[in-house]
């Protein structure tokens, strides 16, 4: 069955602190894709990624970085956490190419406070 | 916001009860996708239709998809406590542009 992973369900950092979120995925997926979802304002989308080593800005990139060296693997990198980068935080993955046809996988979510 | 909305943004009905959702965008859809999420959990594809469909069906849920509208319309028929959760629509775009999101519960 298709499996999401994403490394951690709760997360609690400091202000200030580098902050990485691991999702990984093995069903051979070519995107990947990091959502934050907030209250009222549903899922945004932060960063995705069409293959390995290639990153495309979301509507919400500022304070975030990613990486993908290994397709399997995304990785979210918040460079210097601040407060209102508290929220759900979803990792999700789908077949090939810029089809945004084709459904979306997610993980389960990291739910991230910063302190 | 090229976010789509969704109406209502809450919805509480009975078991055994219809459920209808809707969904708009402000620019035009080609394909839309709808998700279920149960709480503290990910979002799970539920149905795809297609810009040249109008309406499609899987098991208890039939989808319509008008595109002079630009609005579609989930209805979750004779529901169960199981169905309560948030339903969020999608549409194509560079990557899917989700909506804000509904929030059904289902009492029985």
């Known amino acids: 069955d298709v499996k999401v992973t994403q490394s951690s369900r709760y997360l609690v950092k400091r202000t200030g602190e580098k902050v990485f979120l691991e999702c990984v995925q093995d069903?051979?997926?070519?995107?990947m894709f990091w959502y934050r979802q907030d209250p009222g304002l549903g899922l945004r989308l932060i960063y995705f990624?069409?293959?390995?080593?290639?990153?495309e800005k979301g509507d919400i990139p500022e304070g975030y970085s990613v990486s993908r060296e290994k397709k399997e693997r995304f990785s979210l990198i918040l460079e210097s956490a601040s407060t209102n980068q508290t929220s759900m935080y979803l990792c999700?993955?789908?077949?090939?190419?810029?089809?945004?046809?084709?459904?979306?996988?997610f993980g389960d979510g990291t739910r991230l406070s910063i302190l | 916001s090229q976010q789509g909305e969704e109406d209502p943004q809450a919805l509480s009905i009975q078991e055994g009860e219809n459920a209808t959702m809707n969904c708009s965008y402000k620019?035009?859809?080609?394909?839309l996708q709808w998700y279920r999420q149960n709480s503290g959990r990910g979002l799970v594809h539920l149905i795809l239709?297609?810009?040249?469909?109008r309406e499609k069906h899987s098991g208890r849920l039939r989808v319509t998809l008008d595109t002079s509208k630009k609005s579609s319309s989930l209805l979750i028929t004779a529901s169960r406590a199981a169905d309560t959760a948030s339903y969020f629509c999608?549409?194509?775009?560079?990557?899917?542009?989700f909506g804000k999101g509904t929030t059904l519960s289902v009492s029985s």
């Open positions: 999700a993955s789908s077949l090939f190419g810029a089809s945004v046809n084709q459904p979306q996988h």
């Open positions: 069903m051979d997926h070519e995107n």
């Open positions: 990624s069409y293959d390995v080593k290639m990153k």
């Open positions: 620019t035009s859809i080609n394909n």
């Open positions: 239709i297609r810009s040249n469909e």
């Open positions: 999608a549409k194509a775009g560079t990557a899917l542009i």
